[in-house]
């Protein structure tokens, strides 16, 4: 998914520069690790580059939404299937349903170990210019009163296991689900779960991300749901939550189809305030990230 996104941000890009790439292919990456295939004219003449690019203003803003929203964004978010994976654009009711899906998951992810030691790694509460670009700094998580102290008390897998006997699982996953259930739309990405097809499910999230972005509108995507259908192919769910994940399983197929899977969640809407937004890793650093690998 992360590649197919990274795909996609190339494309809107070179898109602006107002680049041909009708030549170039784009897929899953093969056995040399290569996901994009082009080539580019040796002297690119340019009217400059935007200053402030789409791709540079997307975010994730963990706000509450203002209820309401523009009926004609829904096509236009519909519009940006890329093969397989395709977008549902859901208001009204039926948000309650993905809402209970989503704390459902969650309840599951507060119960698994390695879902907690992983989220707990990457929160960083501190102030620093580092702390903001590194990892997942708590000011951009629109905490509620008290928040913070909640994140780490259960920071600790003894400690949350200890805390779970008393089923606080609960009471983290309803917190997760409130924002998603008062939100004016929320999309989803499906299609079919193999490597193609989560490379276009990345590429079109990220389309969807963008566009979102382009219309002056914020987006949070919720994993939670993929996360837990990808953890029940791989065993990764701990024995007393089976009966729930399959449940969600099941509803799953009922909406998107038997040989589909849901591959995100996002609500999108208007932020209600202003928040802290996450800060990027150098390009250096990234390039070199990517060096070392290769
Ligand atoms: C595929 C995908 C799934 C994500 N799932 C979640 C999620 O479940 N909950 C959440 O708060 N943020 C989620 N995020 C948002 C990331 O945490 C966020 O992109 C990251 O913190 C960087 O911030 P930025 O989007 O503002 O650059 C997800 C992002 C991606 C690309």
New binding site residues.
């Given amino acids: 998914?992360?590649l197919g996104?990274a795909a996609e941000n190339l494309i809107s890009a070179a898109k602006s520069l107002g680049l041909d790439l009708s030549s170039w292919n784009f897929c899953a990456p093969g056995p040399d690790d290569v996901f994009i295939h082009g080539s580019l004219a040796e002297h690119l003449e340019t009217d400059g580059f935007p200053e402030n690019p789409t791709w540079k203003r997307?975010?994730?803003n963990?706000l509450p939404y203002v209820p309401e929203i523009s009926s004609h964004v829904l096509p236009e978010l519909e519009a940006c299937h890329v093969g397989q994976a395709k977008v549902n654009a859901i208001t009204g009711a039926e948000i309650k349903t993905l809402a209970a899906w989503v704390r459902q998951a969650s309840e599951v992810r507060f119960q698994t170990r390695e879902v907690n030691e992983w989220f707990a790694s990457s929160l960083r509460y501190g102030n620093a210019l580092q702390d903001l670009i590194e990892g997942?700094n708590v000011k951009?998580?629109a905490l509620p009163p008290g928040g913070v102290g909640l994140l780490k008390l259960m920071s600790n897998w003894n400690r949350m296991q200890w805390l779970n006997r008393f089923k606080v699982y609960k009471l983290f996953a309803s917190i997760e689900a409130i924002n998603f259930q008062k939100t004016p739309l929320v999309i989803a990405i499906y299609g079919p779960s193999e490597k193609a097809s989560i490379f276009e499910a990345?590429r079109c999230?990220q389309k969807v991300w963008l566009k979102v972005t382009e219309l002056g509108l914020s987006a949070?995507?919720?994993?939670?749901v993929a996360d837990l259908l990808g953890r029940i192919e791989s065993g990764g769910v701990p024995l007393q939550c089976m009966r729930q994940a399959e449940n969600i399983k099941m509803q799953v197929h009922e909406k998107f189809g038997k040989n589909r899977t849901l591959h995100?969640l996002m609500r999108v809407g208007i932020p209600a305030g202003k928040i802290e937004?996450?800060g990027?890793l150098p390009i250096d650093e990234i390039m070199c990230k990517a060096s070392i690998r290769s």
């Fill in positions: 998914m992360a996104a997307r975010h994730t963990r997942l951009t998580l990345g999230l949070h995507p919720y994993y939670v995100c937004f996450s990027r």
